[in-house]
Every structure is written in C-alpha cells, then in structure tokens.
C-alpha cells in the first residue's frame, strides 16, 4: 500500500490542553472569551489571543473562542460573554489548543496536557509524542 501524498497538507494538531479544570465563574456582560489563570497558559503552551475549545465535562457542550489572561496564580477559568449560557461556575471543563502543522512535521512533535486539582493548581502534566 502506497503511502498518500501529504505536499503542503496542514494538519489541525492540539499542543495544549489543561484537562478537567473547574469553571470557576460565568459572566454573560463581557464581549468574549474565556479567562484563565496565566500559571495555566504557561504549563500548556497556550499563548493569550489563541483559539480555543473548551468541552464542558459536566453537561457535553463544546465552544470555540479564545484565551485571555486573568490574574496570576488565581485558578480562574471563567467563560464570558454568550458562552456563559452553556457553564456554569462548579462545570468540569477541558481547554484546548490547537496550531497547523504541515503534515510531514507532526512525526515527533509534542503535545502537552497539564493536569489540575480541584483549585485548578497544576498537580502534573503529561507529553504525548506523535509518532
């Protein structure tokens, strides 16, 4: 079997995720985005601006938009705007990020999941190595 032919072909790849965080709050009266601790964003390579999806654990919705910083070693994670509607403060929740790689890049490349307690303190982290 032939192997496909991947010239050019870019690749929706997930670097970062910070996996069951708590949704620490929900505010519908702000523009957008959703809020998290910069402790955080550092751990998992997200930079601030970056799209994100954001999975709801506790009640399976799933939105798009994007990361902006919060206060330092604060454990927010709070969704703004109409993205308030669908979690609500206590919700588990995964955040993540995705980058486009070229295809014939993904081979080795690194994708992070940091893991957190309740607090959404970072209590360890995993790499996965694309093979």
């Not at 032919?5 to 949704?23: E, S």
């Amino acid at each position: 079997m032939s192997k496909p032919c991947l010239d050019g072909a870019l690749r929706r790849f997930m670097y970062g995720k910070l996996h069951r965080v708590t949704v620490t709050g929900a505010e519908l009266d702000y523009v957008g985005s959703v809020t998290i601790d910069p402790a955080l964003l550092r751990a998992s390579g997200i930079l601030p601006n970056t799209e994100v999806d954001v999975v709801n654990i506790t009640n399976g919705e799933r939105i798009t938009t994007y990361a902006i910083e919060g206060d330092e070693n604060s454990g927010t994670i709070c969704l703004n705007g109409a993205a308030a509607h669908q979690f609500s403060k206590g919700d588990l929740a995964i955040i993540m990020a995705y980058e486009l790689v070229p295809a014939e890049a993904l081979p080795g490349r690194i994708s992070r999941a940091i893991h957190v307690d309740t607090k959404n303190r970072i209590s360890g982290s995993d790499e996965y190595i694309t093979p």
